[in-house]
């Protein structure tokens, strides 16, 4: 298994301007969400996904939009990035084992993006 | 929602002591307390958790400690080593809307020093 792969790895946008990071997972996990990442601050959730085609708001998904057409795939997009959006995105699934409930959460090794 | 303080931000050991950091949350519903390891340029790494029905938990040099009603939870690291310096993030996964997300504490950057 590749775990939680995400795509750029660092990207420089300007304000304005839109993209979408990219973020997938081979463990057939349902459980999906996105985070970013400010000094300081820790890991705050932006959106997450319950399932295919299931998707709700965490704390701060101002300016972020995302949808879950597969269970693999979970997109987070920038519609008119702005420099606030300066961050570390890190995406992450959930798995929950059947044996004892184990729960593990699985990151990815983020996108670091620059908005000037 | 849940909150979720974590303390102190930045603690430095040398090698061999013990490291503790501690956190507290808000929500009394809250019964799953993950503990994370992130190193620099990666991703957060699940290293230890442990549930609400449950007091203790140890896994070779760490052990997490859960008191429910101050509702506090603790990440112990004895004969630190070089290689634990990292950022650590405690998290309490609330009840709210059965999202099943935990909400993460500001982080610890542990550093040991040879």
């Known amino acids: 298994n590749a775990g939680v792969t995400q795509t750029p790895k660092f990207q420089v946008l300007k304000t304005g301007q839109s993209m979408t990071l990219q973020c997938a997972q081979d463990m057939n996990h349902e459980y999906m969400s996105w985070y970013r990442q400010d000094p300081g601050m820790g890991l705050r959730l932006i959106h997450y996904?319950?399932?295919?085609?299931?998707?709700d708001q965490g704390e701060v998904p101002n300016g972020y939009n995302v949808s879950r057409s597969t269970t693999e795939d979970f997109p987070l997009r920038l519609l008119s990035a702005a420099p606030s959006q300066t961050s570390v995105y890190f995406c992450?699934?959930?798995?929950?084992?059947?044996?004892?409930?184990?729960?593990?959460?699985?990151f990815g090794p983020g996108t670091r993006l620059l908005v000037l | 929602g849940e909150n979720v303080e974590q303390h102190p931000s930045t603690l430095s050991v040398q090698e061999g002591d013990s490291a503790v950091i501690k956190c507290t949350y808000s929500d009394s519903a809250s019964n799953y307390f993950p503990w994370y390891k992130q190193e620099l340029g990666k991703g957060p790494q699940l290293i230890i958790d442990i549930r609400s029905n449950v007091g203790e938990k140890k896994d070779q040099r760490i052990a997490v400690t859960l008191n429910k009603t101050a509702k506090h939870f603790s990440l112990h690291i004895t004969e630190t080593q070089p290689e634990d310096s990292a950022v650590y993030f405690c998290a309490a996964r609330g009840s709210s809307g059965g999202s099943y997300i935990p909400t993460f504490g500001r982080g610890t950057s542990l550093i040991v020093h040879p």
């Open positions: 996904s319950v399932g295919a085609g299931i998707t």
């Open positions: 992450a699934s959930r798995a929950v084992s059947q044996r004892n409930s184990q729960e593990t959460q699985y």
